[in-house]
């Protein structure tokens, strides 16, 4: 099968490489990085006007009505520049959630806003266990005369501190259903947490009987489309990083001299670069067949959803600690731009899911 990107999937792609690295230089993310709530708000009035945060949105609801594929090529590129703040999150996978799932009333409400890049919204679904599995959800949904409420305490949530709404994962009965919370609601505590990754926010949010309205579409099986989703979403930021890292350790090696010779003539170093190639080239046919899987209802949507997540978070993790080698010293320093991304390839490994968690995922559901 002969599969590559259209015309405009490739212009899209190169569009938003010539957008980032004009409006999203290194030194732009490190003042973001500097920020109380990570949110570089001007980048993303920049980014409505393009069109991004609609991309993926229904167009009856103002969005361009385009698919995951097309999303993955923003992704791709915004891994590559490490852009921060909440775009994956919001315009990827609340958006895909209210898609699925929510009523007309809802998203004419969540989705237009978002479109407009008048709202944000984030996912809530990882608990005190810090794990995606159903199991280990135990925030509690409950319906009574006012309509639904939700009880429970969500961690790792990201940017909830700056949305305007939450899809929080809850249990009802032994189902696992999506709702939306608006953060105005009464009973909402949303704090900050400290983390590794200062591109990417996270908190933790205390729901006390908060009303929520509830996303439609089979309960646990809207929820496992939203950890396919994700999963791709993570898969294609972490294409990106890699192949910034790589590009960054190949032109270093370049340049710098050991022995009178640039160190890139050594055979330690070509191996080293040569292997994290070997491993993103085919990884990139995958993620380009996961999203497109996604798009079309595939059979096997689910399974190659997690063999991507799995197989390009690996190859980020792993490529990284190569990268930084091949620095030098300087690799390890706050003031080399490298552990912008050694740490953001730390996040995606562990968010929706760590390769353990989507390999496990691939075995259970079989070859479709």
């Keep these: 099968m002969d599969f590559g990107l259209s015309e405009e999937q490739q212009q899209l792609k190169e569009s938003a490489r010539a957008f980032l690295s004009g409006e999203c230089p290194t030194t732009f993310v490190r003042k973001v990085m500097a920020t109380d709530d990570g949110y570089p708000r001007e980048l993303y009035d920049q980014i409505a006007k393009l069109g991004w945060t609609g991309l993926i949105v229904p167009e009856k609801f103002g969005g361009a009505g385009l698919g995951l594929l097309d999303m993955a090529m923003i992704l791709e590129e915004a891994g590559y520049a490490a852009m921060p703040g909440p775009f994956l999150f919001s315009s990827v996978l609340a958006a895909s959630a209210l898609k699925l799932g929510g009523s007309d009333q809802l998203n004419a409400k969540w989705l237009t806003a978002l479109a407009e890049g008048k709202a944000i919204g984030t996912v809530a679904v990882v608990e005190n266990a810090g794990s995606i599995d159903a199991r280990d959800i135990n925030a509690i949904a409950s319906k009574g005369g006012t309509g639904w409420r939700l009880d429970g305490i969500k961690m790792f949530v990201p940017y909830a501190n700056v949305a305007d709404f939450i899809v929080v994962a809850a249990k009802r009965d032994s189902d696992i259903r999506l709702f939306v919370v608006d953060t105005k609601s009464p009973g909402l505590t949303i704090r900050s947490l400290k983390n590794l990754d200062l591109t990417r926010r996270v908190t933790s949010v205390e729901l006390r009987n908060v009303p929520a309205k509830r996303l439609h579409g089979g309960g646990s099986q809207l929820f496992a489309k939203l950890i396919d989703v994700a999963a791709v979403a993570v898969a294609a930021d972490s294409l990106g990083g890699i192949e910034r890292a790589l590009e960054m350790a190949v032109d270093y090696s370049k340049v710098r001299e050991q022995f009178g010779k640039p160190i890139g003539s050594f055979q ?72 912008l991304w050694f740490k953001r390839a730390r996040f995606n490994e562990s968010y929706f899911g760590s390769p353990a968690f989507h390999r496990e995922r691939v075995a259970t559901l079989g070859a479709y």
């Design 268 to 339: 330690a170093l070509k191996h080293a670069a040569a292997e994290i190639v070997a491993d993103v080239e085919p990884a990139r046919a995958m993620l380009w067949y996961a999203a497109y899987a996604q798009d079309t209802g595939a059979a096997d949507a689910s399974r190659v959803a997690a063999m991507a997540k799995a197989r390009l978070c690996d190859i980020y993790s792993r490529g990284t600690d190569r990268a930084v080698l091949m620095h030098g010293g300087i690799g390890f320093t706050w003031e080399h731009d490298m552990h």
